[in-house]
């Protein structure tokens, strides 16, 4: 499966934006999907994850209340709605697709390009 991820750009501290990754492929619905973000020079960081049909969801401690996952199956896209942001969330983003229909904090086998988001004080 190829992941396109968009919807990144700048915005100020306490705004939002909506981050979208398109998936190729039939199979989109049988995968798990999950958000990520790295800052150059640090570790690449779990954000969200949603199971293949949506109903379960999990998110970072450093979102949660903030964020938003979600997908539609039928547009083969995943959704990462951010509200609140924070100039530390300034970050590269990827949406990934795990070979399974259970969410999970890792082992993802497919990744997107990344989009950045930069978040101004």
């Known amino acids: 499966v190829q992941l396109q991820a968009s919807g990144g750009g700048l915005v100020q501290a306490g705004g939002s934006l909506r981050l979208s990754c398109a998936a190729s492929g039939r199979t989109f619905s049988t995968y798990a999907m999950g958000w990520f973000r790295q800052v150059p020079g640090k570790e690449r960081e779990f954000v969200a994850a949603i199971s293949w049909s949506g109903a379960s969801t999990y998110y970072a401690d450093s979102v949660k209340g903030r964020f938003t996952i979600s997908r539609d199956n039928a547009k083969n896209t995943v959704y990462l709605q951010m509200n609140s942001l924070k100039p530390e969330e300034t970050a590269v983003y990827y949406c990934?697709?795990?070979?399974?229909?259970?969410?999970?904090?890792?082992?993802?086998?497919?990744w997107g390009q990344g989009t950045l988001v930069t978040v101004s004080s």
């Open positions: 990934a697709a795990r070979r399974s229909a259970l969410a999970s904090m890792a082992d993802y086998d497919y």
